[in-house]
């Protein structure tokens, strides 16, 4: 079975400045998919970011972009330019081939002004 | 266009009794899925639907939980008895397809049990 781990349940970062949240998995599978969504305190998850396994090329979003490291299974998420609206909770998901799809616990991201 | 509808929004019971959550989807999204999110953790699958048919209920507690999705659109996720662990909130997500695909969630039911 797959596992999810992030590794800091919480960070904080200053207004502008840039921060990297981690998430580790642990698969025996070669194709899947990574994601980032951000779940505000509406409680509605939204899509931040997709990588695809197959594709050596980080992806990157405006501001936000990824660190992926297949062999190390790593995917980093860093928000540069932080803003105010970036608070929240920050779930790494994993996504197998198959379509079953296994969460991390979160980080909660607090934006300082 | 609109997104994944789920009602009600708060749902307050005691233990031993009953309770279901509704879910709408976004339209021609084939795949819906039901999570269960207890405080300070990820979302936990508990049944994935494509059209109307399981494909994954293996987390499901079926002694107590049930879910079904009528002509493949709405679904229904109900507790018979609810638990004071089942307090949590429970998220419906759809997606157009299976695979590699982007989850569109609800904003989910917030289920205590007391």
């Known amino acids: 079975a797959q596992t999810v781990t992030q590794s800091q349940p919480e960070m904080s970062v200053q207004e502008a400045e840039t921060v990297t949240l981690s998430c580790t998995y642990d698969t025996s599978e070669s194709d899947y998919y990574l994601f980032w969504y951000k779940q505000p305190p509406s409680r509605q998850m939204i899509l931040v970011i997709r990588q695809e396994a197959y594709k050596q090329q980080n992806a990157t979003e405006n501001r936000f972009s990824v660190n992926f490291q297949k062999a190390a299974k790593s995917f980093s998420l860093k928000i540069s330019d932080s803003q105010l609206g970036d608070a929240a909770m920050y779930f790494c998901?994993?996504?197998?081939?198959?379509?079953?799809?296994?969460f991390g616990d979160g980080t909660t991201l607090t934006v300082k002004p | 266009e609109a997104g994944v509808a789920q009602s009600p929004r708060y749902k307050i019971i005691e233990k031993r009794q009953s309770v279901a959550f509704w879910c709408n989807p976004i339209s021609g999204h084939a795949t819906l899925y039901w999570y269960q999110q207890i405080l300070g953790q990820g979302p936990k699958l508990l049944i994935q639907?494509?059209?109307?048919?399981?494909?994954?209920d293996s987390q499901l507690p079926k002694d107590r939980f049930s879910a079904e999705r009528l002509k493949g659109v709405d679904s229904t996720l109900k507790i018979q008895p609810a638990k004071l662990e089942d307090s949590a909130v429970y998220l419906c997500?759809?997606?157009?397809?299976?695979?590699?695909?982007?989850?569109?969630f609800g904003s989910g039911t917030q289920l205590s049990v007391l």
């Open positions: 997500a759809s997606s157009l397809h299976t695979t590699n695909e982007k989850l569109f």
């Open positions: 998901a994993y996504l197998s081939n198959a379509g079953k799809s296994t």
């Open positions: 639907f494509q059209n109307n048919g399981v494909v994954d």
